[in-house]
């Protein structure tokens, strides 16, 4: 339980992060307004859920989840809940299906790796 802890530490974190690093680069107050966001943010999301479900690779499809789940959080903090509340949770949610698919996907590759040394 306590690796856990630290995985999603650094995957909330690692939201937070991307979510921060993307909205000052491109001056948007939103991340995702930014085409940033698509050709920096997500790929190091995505990169980051592939390395975590990599090294825990049960429940992988959480390691691509919480980032997501970071970002909702800073965003809410950063601005409030606001009037289109429903349409950002719907759009966390379909942005997440990258990063948990790259998170299924280094979990597959730890099992392959596994099997392949053993």
């Known amino acids: 339980m306590k690796k856990d802890a630290w995985l999603y530490s650094a995957a909330f974190l690692c939201g937070i992060a991307t979510w ?3 909205s000052t680069l491109s001056g ?3 991340a995702w307004d930014s085409e940033l966001y698509f050709s920096m943010g997500m790929p190091t999301v995505c990169a980051t859920s592939m ?3 990599f090294f ?6 959480r390691w691509g989840a919480v980032p997501m ?12 809940a606001g009037n289109l509340l429903p349409l950002g949770v719907i759009v966390f949610g379909l ?3 990258p990063s948990i698919i790259a998170a299924r996907f ?13």
Do not use: C, D
Request: net charge positive; aromatic share 16%.
């Open 20 to 22: 921060v690093v993307v």
């Open 28 to 30: 948007r107050r939103e």
């Open 51 to 53: 390395i975590l479900g």
């Open 56 to 61: 825990e690779p049960k429940r992988s499809w």
């Open 69 to 80: 789940a970071g970002q909702f959080f800073w965003m809410l903090m950063k601005q409030g």
């Open 95 to 97: 942005f997440s299906l």
């Open 106 to 118: 280094g979990a597959w590759m730890r099992t392959k790796w596994v099997k392949h040394t053993a």
